[in-house]
């Protein structure tokens, strides 16, 4: 029987560039929106078509050369993103119903870009195209016939070069909505361990590393182990190194890795708890990047950490009330085993600062249900030690097109952090997101700091942009960027 769990990582749409169309390829072009001199009547017809011009909107036409027309709004290249997302959409739908129909499925389509598109109107464009198809189905059915590759006719020189970073960087969001969206009966603290390391397999100055229970037991990962001791699925600590040559600046990516969170004994209500099966996306997002940028080959020293545990209710789960020794000898307070994401990021944390020595430090996280509430589900949060790299994260982002708002790291709640019966408390109430960030500043010490918290944006119900329903892949681009920015 086949196996009906797609292969992570996914295949993408292969993009090339054209400066000519090639006969029998179905065509689409962009459009932009009708301007006051084209009047009330708008644009003219195309094939019997009325272009609104509108990003997003994607128009077939019926006879001619051109097979779509793909709305770019006003042109800013955010509207590319939008336009390529839709138009992919579209276009395999309408791939969809050739093949119902008894046609030959085509596999291939072109899109015409303006003669004024510019690098960063390609790259926009480009995103849309590979990730607004996105798919993750568990299947006994056989794979459809789907689309492989876009051609971009444009005569822009610089597209080609734009292009292969987009690739990577897309790639990179895919394969963390993999991980994320793949479903929790399969994805085990092993099983992500071993499939981040088939996929950084053959990509030179890569290497990853999976320490199993036994050895965190020896090494005194006490966080970890008490999140991870009510499951029968035991837990992992995945490091991966990039060791270009030559390299001075060392950046450690930390990323929380639960693979389900139940809540532990401080049990989740039923009502959504299957959407737990992406607590590991900070997780995912770190593994993505660092694959990403060995493949680019970045040159920065990189080293990935990301603590995975499922966090389940048994006989062996810790408890409320429980004292937890964490690596380097700190010991936490339990007031809630919902709180695991930061019992296990505490142990990676001091775990990877004593063994690395960073210049900087940066975790991902679906950290708090409070960082949901305070910016939505389109914006990560960003909490740094320093105002140079809260910029740097932000910046990047705005490059990447995922956006980030600073929060603080407010110093009048500090002390709620501090333990009575042990030496830091874990859960002590308060605004949940930033005492989630207080509590792990407790374990970075000196070095530059920034804690990324995606509970929001890490998971979609809608689709927007290049974004779907399910994982969303949300902090890998901000993070292979950002390392590009140490370059
Ligand atoms: N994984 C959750 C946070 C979360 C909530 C992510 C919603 C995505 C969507 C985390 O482990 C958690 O449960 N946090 C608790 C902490 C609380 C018990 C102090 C929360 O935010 O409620
Ligand atoms: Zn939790
Ligand atoms: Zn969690």
Known sequence: MRNPLPPVPGKLLELEVSDDLKRGTPLATLIAAPSEEDGDAGLAEIGGVRPTGKAG??????TGGVRWLAGVGDGEPKQYRKAGAALVRAVTSALEEDVKAGEKAFRAFAVELPADAGAEHVEELAFGLLLGGYRFTVTAEEPKPSLRTVRLITRHEGAVGALERVRELAAAAAFARDLANTPSNVKTPAWLADTAARAAGGIPNLTVTARDEKWLAEQGFGGVLAVGGGSAAPPRLIELEYRPRGATTHLLLVGKGITF?????????????????TDMAGGAAIIAAVRAIATLRLP???TGLVPAAENHVSGSSY???DIVRHYGGKTTEVGNTDAEGRMVLADALVYGIKKHKPDAVIDAATLTGAMKVSLGVRTGGVFATEDALAERVTKAGERVGEAWWRMPLLEDLAETVQGSLGDVR???????GIVAALFLREFVGDVPWAHLDIAGPARADKTYADV???ATGFAARTLVELVASYA
């Open 468 to 470: 779907v329903p399910g």
């Open 319 to 321: 408890r409320p009330g």
């Open 300 to 302: 920065v020293k990189v």
């Open 57 to 62: 909107d994607v128009q077939t036409v019926p």
């Open 426 to 432: 874990q859960a002590p109430g308060g605004p949940g």
């Open 261 to 277: 969170d139940t809540g532990g004994l401080s049990i989740k209500p039923a009502d959504g708890m299957h959407l737990m099966r």
